[in-house]
């Protein structure tokens, strides 16, 4: 027996049920991340100093970052848009890019993290570094979450395009939701912490 709505859009939303699924689990993360960045203004705005970002922290890692990510966003586009022409290997491949530059992401900020605890500046330093460190860290969690999920599209979970090729088409653009919920995320962590 066939899950009703896996490819075709369910009457009631519009939507197939991967999509409405993936909304609301987006909806709980930006509530997470919300409530994490009202505790920063919260902290920041209750606080007799508070160092700049620009001081303590590496700019230009974070633009380079910054950089990446948004060309990861562009190369899951690019992946889904493949999908939707029946180009299957370009779309793996591009699934492949948006992996390689989430890598990019995590070796960039591995040499940011190992600069800082060189220099004794670590999450129990102070506040500020409290809140980077939480929020940095649980968004590069988030990415290593979508490198998995990329991991299985462009590795085991690609026979399904044979099978399914719409189904797994669905697949793609769920993860692009995601993915683009993350590179979002860091938009509104860069200027935050590293300029403000």
């Avoid at 991991?151 to 993860?175: D, Q």
Wanted: charged content about 10%.
């Amino acid at each position: 027996m066939d899950i009703p709505y896996t490819v075709t859009a369910r009457p009631d939303t519009g939507l197939f049920n991967g999509k409405l699924g993936i909304w609301l689990f987006l909806a709980s993360e930006v509530m997470l991340f919300g409530a994490l960045f009202s505790s920063y203004v919260l902290l920041r705005v209750g606080a007799e100093t508070w160092p700049r970002g620009e001081t303590i922290l590496n700019v230009w890692m974070a633009f380079l970052n910054t950089v990446v990510l948004i060309s990861s966003s562009v190369t899951m586009v690019l992946a889904w848009a493949a999908l939707k022409t029946n180009q299957f290997q370009k779309s793996r491949w591009l699934l492949i890019s948006t992996f390689l530059l989430a890598t990019v992401f995590l070796v960039v900020k591995y040499f940011e993290y190992t600069e800082k605890f060189s220099h004794g500046l670590l999450p129990s330093t102070n506040t500020f570094l409290a809140i980077y460190f939480t929020l940095t860290g649980l968004h590069g969690l988030h990415v290593v979450g979508g490198m998995i999920v990329m991991a299985y599209l462009f590795g085991p979970g690609a026979k399904m395009f044979r099978i399914a090729p719409e189904r797994f088409t669905n697949r793609v653009e769920i993860t692009g939701l995601y993915w683009h919920f993350v590179d979002l995320v860091w938009i509104f962590l860069f200027p935050v912490l590293y300029l403000l």
